[in-house]
């Protein structure tokens, strides 16, 4: 069994459907604006988790960790500014990292907020 095997068999037992709308991001040639488009909101299966302690204290002082986090298939394609609902509220991830294991690219894990 690889460990990619192993990971999916976490997402069997944990996953959640969530609503996920992918971001474009484009800029306006003249002025330099950027503007975010998000497609159809589509189900994608993942494992969420809120985080209880939003700061943490490193040798930089206090640091803000996300709200919550996601842990996705590699395949999934999940990536910075994408955003999604669970119960009612809509959150944004803000950071993605590829985790490997054994040098196998295993799962994305994406640190995201909520969005006021």
């Given at each position: 069994?690889?460990?990619t095997d192993d990971?999916?068999?976490?997402?069997?037992?944990?996953?959640?459907?969530?609503?996920?709308?992918?971001?474009?991001?484009?800029?306006?040639?003249?002025?330099?604006?950027?503007?975010?488009?998000?497609?159809?909101?589509?189900?994608?299966?993942?494992?969420?988790?809120?985080?209880?302690?939003?700061?943490?204290?490193?040798?930089?002082?206090?640091?803000?960790?996300?709200?919550?986090?996601?842990?996705?298939?590699?395949?999934?394609?999940?990536?910075?500014?994408?955003?999604?609902?669970?119960?009612?509220?809509?959150?944004?991830?803000?950071?993605?990292?590829?985790?490997?294991?054994?040098?196998?690219?295993?799962?994305?894990?994406?640190i995201c907020f909520k969005v006021?």
């Amino acid at each position: 069994m690889s460990t990619t095997d192993d990971f999916n068999q976490i997402l069997a037992d944990l996953t959640r459907t969530l609503s996920y709308q992918v971001v474009t991001k484009s800029v306006n040639g003249l002025t330099g604006d950027e503007t975010s488009t998000y497609a159809t909101a589509t189900n994608k299966a993942m494992i969420f988790f809120l985080n209880q302690q939003r700061w943490i204290f490193e040798k930089e002082g206090l640091t803000e960790v996300g709200d919550a986090y996601v842990m996705a298939p590699t395949a999934t394609g999940i990536k910075r500014y994408d955003k999604f609902v669970v119960d009612g509220i809509t959150y944004v991830i803000e950071k993605t990292l590829r985790r490997y294991i054994l040098g196998t690219a295993t799962y994305d894990y994406g640190i995201c907020f909520k969005v006021a």
